[in-house]
């Protein structure tokens, strides 16, 4: 299997590189190829996974460049990893969407909707040039927000694309923390339907049981946190409390179990503190433009600094004592079950795999109108994937699933067609305070700050709001 990674710098792809070509099949007798506009970045990451202990006997090809049409030519599968657009414009994005009392994300929000504008021409050329170097492939677009840009791409172009999100692997961990263990338990077997972040449990089994009679059991009673484990940081533990105590909070009020636990997703089913939340948060951080272009120059001095130290790993002799110390939380780890071995075992045809992706809705989800953005269970096998079943949103949830689903598929429409007006439909159909003074002012303002990195077909869309 041949599969190309735009984006191929990413150092994140040390450990799933690593975890692929563990699997056996994937890339024996393959190509790997590292695109990427800064080869030297592409260059050191392939050079370290060319020494990884995976990657021996695999008879794998390993190339990086920056000659996309070339690289695309014979692909099985093209992997996404990218943020487009300028990290001030995202940056002041959430301080307008705080002004006009609105949460900001990268994914399900105003300030996640404009990223997708800006993502999309990327994406669409990428697609286009596919349609003529490998029709046939797969794309997996890792870039938020995932059911926007997958979507665009399956609608309006003959490439499939699948919405792939690291958040696949939350419920491994999440339900486990629920029944008192903090650890990863990949046996836990769930199905789910909604939308990417605010997907919902319909089924599952836990430790041969079925999941919800389970669950109602040990949630009957006082619930506890668990005790983590020492390697969480002190960041990583307080985000792990708060998304798993919400998860119980939901289950009790609501009867609905988040398939996982994204903040953006769940802050839609309690928006108004969620708002209030991000208000103190920055209040308390006085974020002005200065305090943000100095975060910047830092972040920008980290990336040059991680740059330089995996450029510098890249030359050295990788030994079997180094790769030793590369366990969990480490820069060269091994992933062992990100959602990227999953579909890339799936398309290689080492086996049927099940895996919870972005996809047009073909009637899997019953109440959800069919050709929309959604997210739901589903099983992948080289050229084919199918729905694990047929499934229902929570009626509890159902609306707003709806009505999030619309507003990005309106706006995967919106970026294919360059249509300002569309856009501008889309935007409003944001289902949080719609059709709202407050709604048309933020979105005045984020596309005014977006203006210059938006396709120009859509820089007029503040016309029509």
Not at 87 to 101: E, F, L
Not at 115 to 139: F, Q, S, T, Y
């Amino acid at each position: 299997m041949k599969t190309v990674f735009f984006g191929g710098g990413s150092h994140r792809l040390i450990s799933i590189l690593r975890g692929a070509l563990a699997q056996k099949g994937v890339f024996d007798d393959g190509h790997i190829h590292l695109h990427d506009l800064e080869v030297s970045r592409a260059e050191a990451v392939g050079r370290i996974v060319r020494q990884a202990p995976e990657f021996k006997g695999r008879n794998c090809k390993l190339t990086w460049g920056d000659n996309l049409d070339r690289a695309l030519e014979g692909a099985d599968a093209v992997a996404v990893i990218l943020m487009a657009g300028s990290p001030m414009s995202y940056a002041m994005g959430r301080v307008y969407s705080q002004k006009w009392g609105f949460i900001s994300s990268d994914n399900v929000s105003p300030n996640g909707a404009l990223l997708g504008v800006k993502g999309a021409p990327i994406l669409l050329d990428l697609a286009r040039r596919m349609e003529k170097k490998c029709p046939n492939a797969w794309l997996l677009d890792f870039a938020n927000p995932v059911a926007v840009l997958s979507a665009m791409v399956s609608r309006h172009t003959k490439i499939k694309a699948l919405g792939v999100c690291q958040g696949f692997t939350n419920h491994f961990w999440d339900i486990s923390r629920i029944f008192g263990k903090d650890e990863l338990n990949p046996r836990i077997d769930v199905e789910a339907a909604g939308i990417n972040h605010l997907s919902f449990v319909v089924r599952g089994r836990y430790e041969g049981k079925e999941l919800f009679s389970y669950l109602d059991d040990h949630l009957a009673g006082k619930w506890t946190f668990p005790k983590l484990s020492p390697h969480w940081s002190e960041g990583s533990q307080d985000n792990i409390r708060r998304s798993v105590t919400k998860l119980v909070k939901f289950y009790r009020e609501l009867g609905v179990l988040i398939f996982s636990t994204e903040g953006d997703g769940m802050m839609h089913l309690e928006y108004e503190d969620a708002v209030a939340e991000h208000a103190k948060e920055q209040k308390g951080a006085k974020l002005t433009k200065a305090k943000i272009e100095a975060r910047l120059r830092q972040n920008r001095e980290g990336r040059l600094a991680a740059n330089a130290h995996v450029s510098e790993i890249a030359a050295s002799n990788l030994d079997e004592a180094f790769w030793a110390t590369q366990g969990p939380g480490t820069l060269c780890a091994r992933a062992e079950d990100d959602v990227f071995l999953r579909a890339l075992r799936g398309i290689s045809g080492v086996e049927k795999v099940k895996l919870v992706t972005s996809y047009l809705n073909d009637g899997a989800i019953a109440n959800l109108p069919v050709g929309v953005a959604c997210e739901y269970s589903q099983i992948l096998h080289k050229q084919t994937i199918k729905a694990r079943g047929r499934y229902m949103v929570p009626d509890i949830v159902q609306g707003i699933t709806s009505s999030l689903a619309t507003h990005q598929t309106m706006l995967a429409d919106a970026c294919a067609t360059g249509d300002p007006k569309l856009l501008a439909y889309a935007l409003m159909a944001y289902p949080m305070r719609p059709f709202s003074k407050a709604a048309k002012g933020l979105f005045k303002d984020l596309i005014a700050l977006n203006r210059e990195e938006m396709a120009p077909s859509l820089r007029t869309a503040d016309q029509y709001l």
